[in-house]
């Protein structure tokens, strides 16, 4: 599918949904922007956006269409023989958090962003784009005067779409601590362990794109306009405090992990303690039992009462024990 909107340099709207042959000339009035989103694009809509009518770089357009494992951020130049305008191809990602299914699910957002066009390519659909361009056709805040103003929208949206799965992460943490201290089972170790790996999988997303991000709030792109390079440092910014959170996050499975092994090793010392006290109380009663349970004459059987005696001995050993280890507060 593809959306596509023209905007003055004033952030209003001129047209949307235009026809591809009319592209070239919009791209070529230096008073309009640009935007063209493909999202979940057939291969011959790719064809006529990314090489048909903007001419993008080969490499550019195969690293948009193929699933990017990292994001990354390149700026491309046209040599002599090439046809494209200066340009930024762009990968981020967005992200989502699902306690039901204990995963983060990431969605790629590719970006090309020129002077005064800007393309996104993404095969799920974003909310980020869609709040983006709702924020955009309503024209309140004139976000649409240039594409780096737009682009600048699109990646502090995704970093506060990162928020919602974090608070969510937050409250599966906090269950399982409290299982972890009160009914601590292997399907709780199995969700501290899963919940861990997502936690790793999601620092993993969020490192490349600081080192991206930051490259923008350096201001290291002439695309990217100077007074606009703050805002870049504040997304920037956000997104290292979402990086510390998870660091925390990180630190906080670690301790309820430890709890976990504590408190079951807890309840094994309990068990075996246990045993060990009805092994002990019992030992002088399997002790006199064994003595009168062997097959030879036994004097002190003929002795008048001599078989109470024997009870009562038991019975005050016994009880004699179990006195001692409750002196002793053993239980």
């Given at each position: ?259 976990y092994l504590n408190m079951s090793s807890n309840q094994t010392g309990e068990v075996v303690k246990l045993l060990t006290m009805i092994t002990v109380i019992t030992t002088p009663l399997m002790m006199i039992g064994t003595w009168y349970g062997m097959n030879f004459d036994m004097p002190e059987l003929k002795v008048r009462y001599g078989y109470e005696l024997a009870v009562a001995v038991t019975a005050f050993t016994t009880a004699a024990t179990y006195w001692y280890f409750k002196r002793k507060k053993w239980f």
């Open positions: 599918m593809i959306r596509s909107f023209a905007f003055t340099t004033q952030g209003r709207l001129h047209s949307k949904d235009i026809e591809m042959f009319l592209m070239p000339t919009l791209l070529a009035d230096t008073n309009l922007f640009l935007w063209v989103d493909l999202e979940k694009p057939e291969a011959e809509e790719t064809k006529s956006v990314l090489e048909d009518v903007f001419h993008f770089h080969p490499l550019s357009i195969e690293d948009c269409v193929m699933l990017s494992p990292s994001p990354k951020v390149e700026e491309y130049s046209p040599k002599e023989e090439d046809r494209f305008a200066p340009y930024l191809f762009m990968v981020i990602h967005a992200v989502d958090y699902s306690r039901k299914d204990g995963v983060f699910a990431t969605s790629e957002l590719n970006f090309f962003l020129g002077r005064n066009f800007l393309v996104t390519y993404h095969e799920a659909p974003l909310r980020s784009v869609q709040v983006t361009g709702e924020r955009c056709l309503k024209s309140t805040v004139h976000i649409a005067r240039a594409p780096d103003r737009v682009a600048h929208t699109l990646l502090d949206s995704i970093v506060e779409n990162y928020k919602p799965a974090l608070d969510e992460l937050s409250l599966e943490i906090g269950e399982l601590e409290q299982q972890a201290l009160q009914h601590p089972t292997r399907e709780t170790l199995n969700k501290i362990l899963q919940v861990k790996k997502e936690v790793l999988h999601l620092r993993q997303i969020i490192g490349p794109q600081r080192e991206v991000l930051s490259r923008f709030a350096r201001g290291e792109f002439k695309l990217i306009r100077a007074h606009l390079v703050p805002y870049y440092r504040d997304v920037h910014d956000a997104l290292f405090h979402i990086s510390e959170l998870a660091q925390g996050y990180t630190d906080s499975l670690t301790g309820i992990l430890q709890i």
